[in-house]
T-cell receptor, first 112, second 117 residues
Framework: GDSVTQMEGPVTLSEEAFLTINCTYTATGYPSLFWYVQYPGEGLQLLLKATKADDKGSNKGFEATYRKETTSFHLEKGSVQVSDSAVYFCALEMTGGFKTIFGAGTRLFVKA | DTGVSQDPRHKITKRGQNVTFRCDPISEHNRLYWYRQTLGQGPEFLTYFQNEAQLEKSRLLSDRFSAERPKGSFSTLEIQRTEQGDSAMYLC???????????????FGPGTRLLVL
């Protein structure tokens, strides 16, 4: 069945470091792909999304490109800040329905 | 825009009791989702409503679980004969229906944390 696998955390970086959080998926058809973020003490919120192959989602300096050939949607940011410390979830919306499957989440700590 | 609200925020119950949670979506959103999240895991899809119609239901949703959205506005999730394994955060999300309806952003509520003793 459809699934999402993302790199395990926690990931600890120093401020201004480059961030990559890997996400790969297994799905039939053409799912939509998402990154959601949960900041400490807050609810889940959308960070970015892409709805078709080769689309790039971007927001707040984060980017991810929908790669159908490698079934991946890796999250990147060129220079992280302490305020980016959060849990990041990769997710896919299944083709032909609205069921959304989330990865297990990757916790990011950014040190000043 | 008041966002998605959930009530209660916390619930402690004894094994075997029934519990009911309420979700109020963003007012113009006709899609509503329920998820369950356990510690260290991502949200697991439970069910989806489009207006008052329950269109998808996960196999995770056993016979003890039922969800309703009677007038296409708020929704309730009931768990009967609770078990300790039901302890989790129950999340509600809503989204608008836009043309073709694919890849819409889901707006999440704060969740109801259930502890079954």
């Amino acid at each position: 069945g459809d699934s999402v696998t993302q790199m395990e955390g926690p990931v600890t970086l120093s401020e201004e470091a480059f961030l990559t959080i890997n996400c790969t998926y297994t799905a039939t058809g053409y799912p939509s792909l998402f990154w959601y973020v949960q900041y400490p003490g807050e609810g889940l919120q959308l960070l970015l999304k892409a709805t078709k192959a080769d689309d790039k989602g971007s927001n707040k300096g984060f980017e991810a490109t929908y790669r159908k050939e490698t079934t991946s949607f890796h999250l990147e940011k060129g220079s992280v800040q302490v305020s980016d410390s959060a849990v990041y979830f990769c997710a896919l919306e299944m083709t032909g329905g609205f069921k959304t499957i989330f990865g297990a989440g990757t916790r990011l700590f950014v040190k000043a | 825009d008041t966002g998605v609200s959930q009530d209660p925020r916390h619930k402690i119950t004894k094994r075997g009791q029934n519990v009911t949670f309420r979700c109020d979506p963003i007012s113009e959103h006709n899609r509503l989702y329920w998820y369950r999240q356990t510690l260290g895991q991502g949200p697991e899809f439970l069910t989806y409503f489009q207006n008052e119609a329950q269109l998808e239901k996960s196999r995770l949703l056993s016979d003890r679980f039922s969800a309703e959205r009677p007038k296409g506005s708020f929704s309730t999730l009931e768990i009967q004969r609770t078990e300790q394994g039901d302890s989790a955060m129950y999340l509600c999300a809503s989204s608008p229906q836009i043309w073709l309806g694919r890849g819409e952003t889901q707006y999440f509520g704060p969740g109801t944390r259930l502890l079954v003793l």
